[in-house]
Each structure stands twice: as C-alpha cells, then as structure tokens.
C-alpha cells in the first residue's frame, strides 16, 4: 500500500462499514480516513474533527459554493460532503486515502476519479442488515426505517462497483478487504 490510491467505500448503512474501516486502519496506519463534513448532529460519542466535522447547513452550503468539496449528497435529510484540500494534499504525498461514503457520492467519484478502487460491502441478508441497523441503537425508529430503504436502493447498485464484499464474518470481510486492496497495487 505504497503508493497514493483513492478507496471508495460504500454499502447500506449498518452493513459494517464504520468497523470495516476502524480495524484496517488499526492494521495499515498508513491509510488517511478522509474525515467528512455534514449538517448532521452528532451521535452520543462522536467527536467534532475526529468523527466527522459538524457544520450548519448554511456553512456547508458556503463549502458547496466555494468548490471545497470533491463530491457531496444529501442523505435522510442531511448533508455529508467530502473535504477536497486534504484528500488531495494526502494523494500528492503519494499515501491513500479512504472515502466512506452514500452512493451518490460513490458514483460522483467515479466521474473525477475514474481510477479510484470503489469497492461496495454488502450484508449477510436483509434481515441481518436491520438486525445490526437495530442493534447498534444509535438513530430513531423512523430513521432506520428510512435507512432501511435507501439501503436497499444502494444495494440494487452494488454491480456497479470495482467488488462487492459480504460483510458476514468480520475477520473474514477484512481479509477480503485488504487482499482487494492489495491486488490493486500490483
Ligand atoms: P455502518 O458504518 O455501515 O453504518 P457499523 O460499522 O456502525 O455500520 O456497524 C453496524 C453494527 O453492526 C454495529 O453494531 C457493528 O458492531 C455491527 N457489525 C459490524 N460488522 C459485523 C459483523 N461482521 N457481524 C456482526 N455484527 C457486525
Ligand atoms: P451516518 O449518518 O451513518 O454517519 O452516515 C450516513 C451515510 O452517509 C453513510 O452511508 C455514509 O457512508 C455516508 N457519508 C458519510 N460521509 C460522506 C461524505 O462525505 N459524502 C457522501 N456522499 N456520503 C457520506
């Protein structure tokens, strides 16, 4: 994982991405997690530049505006968009850099950087998808339902990605994940 590379990572929320992520970056602390901005609030926990930067809807407008963000999507009625300073400031090091981002985002990218490795992480099942949606008890009920939802209109997309990963046993999913990676510096 020498040289700069940019990561796409999507998939449904609650599929595993966050943990996917965490344990490779654990394992290759040579990765950059490109933190994003979003109007949306905090989680219990969540912490301002660590997590993500949590900005008004007018200062993302004004990020918008100004041409400060590679690509960005609205999401259950929130903005989440992608810093383009330090995401390019990282490549030109010659280190990658991961993206965790929604599909429309994923598919933006695509156009801008056509050689990104976009790789898509799908559940075991549906029912196991809400299971974890549930399970990790951080949104409201209406706002699983409607992850749920736009869950499974991304998951209809899941073709369009370089690979698609089952998120089933984790230590497998991360295997996986990282031989992807790997293959794609060769
Ligand atoms: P996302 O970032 O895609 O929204 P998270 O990483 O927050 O998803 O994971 C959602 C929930 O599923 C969390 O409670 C997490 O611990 C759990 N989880 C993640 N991967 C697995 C797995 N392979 N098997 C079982 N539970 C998992
Ligand atoms: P959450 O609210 O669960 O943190 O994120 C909701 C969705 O927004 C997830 O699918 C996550 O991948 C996506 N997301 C997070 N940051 C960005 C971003 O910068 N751009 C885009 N397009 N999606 C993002």
Redo the contacts with the bound molecule.
Sequence with gaps: METGKLIVI?GP?GVG?GTLVRELLARHPQLYLSI???T?SPRPGEIHGKDYYFVSRQEFEQMVQRGELL???E??SNY???PRAKVEEILDMGKSVLL???L??ARAIKETFPEALRLFILPPSTAELERRLRGRGKDSTEAIERRLDRGKVEMAAAGEFDCQIVNDDLDEAIASLEAIIEESYS
Aim: without cysteine.
């Design positions: 999507t929320s991405k994003s901005a979003t949306r690509e960005w999507a999401y259950g989440y968009g992608t965790e981002i929604e429309v985002g």
